[in-house]
Structure formats: structure tokens, C-alpha cells
Nanobody
Framework: QVQLVESGGGLVQAGGSLRLSCAAS????????MGWFRQAPGKEREFVAG????????RYADSVKGRFTISRDNAKNTVLLQMNSLKPEDTAVYYC????????????????WGQGTQVTISP
């Protein structure tokens, strides 16, 4: 398993940018596909972006495609989510997650989760 800690959330105006970071511990980080999910109060947790073990493949939710970019640096045990052109509907708690296999887009495929970081976008 790996331990994940997110950072970089905050309050920004619509149209602004944020960069979320996920720091991972553990020697097997490169064996995990990584994903970002988000959850607003009263809503289901939804997939945002994912990246394969070596970063060769990425996948995005339609709602963020073209605005968000996921990347990873296995040498630094770090996953990033660059978020541009933010919208009020992006407001949520964002979670970093690790899955022990191929890149997947469902929450049940991930079994390691960070504590989450709040992202709030004002109109």
C-alpha cells in the first residue's frame, strides 16, 4: 500500500487556476495507476482524471477535458493535477487515489485514498 497526502487546494475566482499535488510514500509507487476524484456535499464521488503506472496513458472526465492535466513523477513519488479555466461547478473536495493495476475510472478500482483537499471556485 501507499500513503497519499493532497495539497494545493484553496479559493479562487472562476477562470483562475490551481495546481493540486499528491505526495506518496512507499517503495512501490510506480506500480500504481493514479487517479483524482472529487466529491461535492450530497453528491457521489466522481472520477476526474487518471494516469497509468508510467504515465504513458491518461484519461479525463468529459467535464474537465481540455482544462485539467494530470501528470506524475515516479522518481519523486508525486502526482499533480493542473486545473485551468476553473468553473464554480468544479467546487468539491478533491481526492488522490492509487489502484494496484491498470488505469480505471471507477472509485471501487482504487483502494488507497488521500484525505482530500478543498477546492472552492467563486463566480
Amino acid at each position: 500500500q501507499v500513503q497519499l497526502v493532497e495539497s494545493g487546494g484553496g479559493l479562487v475566482q472562476a477562470g483562475g487556476s490551481l495546481r493540486l499535488s499528491c505526495a506518496a510514500s512507499g517503495r512501490t509507487f510506480s506500480l500504481y495507476a493514479m487517479g483524482w476524484f472529487r466529491q461535492a456535499p450530497g453528491k457521489e464521488r466522481e472520477f476526474v482524471a487518471g494516469i497509468s503506472q508510467r504515465g504513458s496513458s491518461t484519461r479525463y472526465a468529459d467535464s474537465v477535458k481540455g482544462r485539467f492535466t494530470i501528470s506524475r513523477d515516479n522518481a519523486k513519488n508525486t502526482v499533480l493535477l493542473q486545473m485551468n479555466s476553473l468553473k464554480p461547478e468544479d467546487t468539491a473536495v478533491y481526492y488522490c487515489a492509487a489502484g494496484g493495476g491498470p488505469l480505471m475510472t471507477t472509485a471501487v478500482a482504487y483502494d488507497n485514498w488521500g484525505q482530500g483537499t478543498q477546492v472552492t471556485i467563486s463566480p
